[in-house]
């Protein structure tokens, strides 16, 4: 399929989306910049800027305000209310499986538990092999599923400025070589990875925003 990349030349912000006016869908792979909306399209389509922005009375001044007005404008996530994100909490594996799958188009809905369909698409796709979907997602756990996600690249970022980079797991090192190497984890404020850390909602916001860029470069 030809992808294009276009930018659409409107005055944007992170509360406002690409949608396909055929179909009302929200264009996924849409990121605002200082020339308009940058949208990947697979064929010819209208295309509509629309103001999407949620509300969260927890999230002004926040240091991941604009991901996480990204990530819910996009409704890769929600708030955990109406009215607030609660951006410092974690995530499951379950619902970061279930953001990725929304992010891929799927139909998450459905199945004994809420994540069911997400989870069986995930395993479907070697994105997470099902286990402990109530655990709190680490960040090298998180990095693992974007980079399965798209194809297990080799990376090219170094691990070996991070003060603990000898902590990381061998499974998730390639992950996240390339997780780094596409700016989309950095070092925490003491220059650490720390891998194991749990992985917060403002975190996995900030890096699906980062994702999201580096894939419609």
Same mark, same amino acid.
Do not use: C
């Given at each position: 399929?030809?992808?294009?990349?276009?930018?659409?030349?409107?005055?944007?912000?992170?509360?406002?989306?690409?949608?396909?006016?055929?179909?009302?869908?929200?264009?996924?792979?849409?990121?605002?910049?200082?020339?308009?909306?940058?949208?990947?399209?697979?064929?010819?389509?209208?295309?509509?800027?629309?103001?999407?922005?949620?509300?969260?009375?927890?999230?002004?001044?926040?240091?991941?305000?604009?991901?996480?007005?990204?990530?819910?404008?996009?409704?890769?996530?929600?708030?955990?209310?109406?009215?607030?994100?609660?951006?410092?909490?974690?995530?499951?594996?379950?619902?970061?499986?279930?953001?990725?799958?929304?992010?891929?188009?799927?139909?998450?809905?459905?199945?004994?538990?809420?994540?069911?369909?997400?989870?069986?698409?995930?395993?479907?796709?070697?994105?997470?092999?099902?286990?402990? &979907?109530?655990? %709190?997602? !680490?960040?090298? =756990?998180? $990095? +693992?599923? *974007?980079? @399965?996600? /798209?194809? #297990?690249?080799?990376?090219?970022?170094?691990?070996?400025?991070?003060?603990?980079?000898?902590?990381?797991?061998?499974?998730?090192?390639?992950?996240?070589?390339?997780?780094?190497?596409?700016?989309?984890?950095?070092?925490?404020?003491?220059?650490?990875?720390? &891998?194991?850390? %749990?992985? !917060?909602?403002? =975190?996995? $916001? +900030?890096? *699906?925003? @980062?994702? /999201?860029? #580096?894939?419609?470069?």
């Amino acid at each position: 399929v030809d992808e294009t990349i276009v930018t659409v030349p409107v005055d944007v912000d992170y509360g406002m989306v690409a949608v396909d006016a055929d179909t009302g869908e929200i264009i996924s792979l849409s990121v605002p910049t200082e020339d308009g909306m940058l949208v990947q399209v697979d064929k010819t389509t209208d295309l509509l800027i629309v103001d999407n922005a949620k509300e969260f009375e927890d999230t002004d001044g926040h240091w991941a305000e604009d991901a996480i007005d990204y990530a819910s404008a996009h409704e890769l996530f929600a708030g955990t209310t109406e009215d607030t994100f609660a951006p410092d909490n974690t995530m499951t594996r379950a619902m970061l499986v279930t953001v990725l799958a929304r992010f891929d188009g799927q139909d998450t809905t459905g199945g004994n538990v809420w994540y069911e369909s997400a989870m069986a698409w995930a395993k479907e796709n070697g994105i997470s092999d099902g286990s402990n &979907p109530d655990g %709190s997602i !680490t960040r090298e =756990q998180l $990095a +693992t599923m *974007l980079w @399965r996600y /798209v194809g #297990s690249p080799s990376g090219d970022g170094s691990l070996s400025s991070f003060g603990d980079s000898a902590s990381v797991s061998a499974y998730a090192t390639e992950a996240l070589r390339w997780a780094v190497g596409e700016g989309l984890i950095s070092s925490t404020d003491a220059g650490l990875l720390a &891998p194991q850390s %749990s992985a !917060t909602r403002a =975190q996995v $916001a +900030t890096i *699906l925003m @980062r994702f /999201v860029e #580096s894939l419609t470069k």
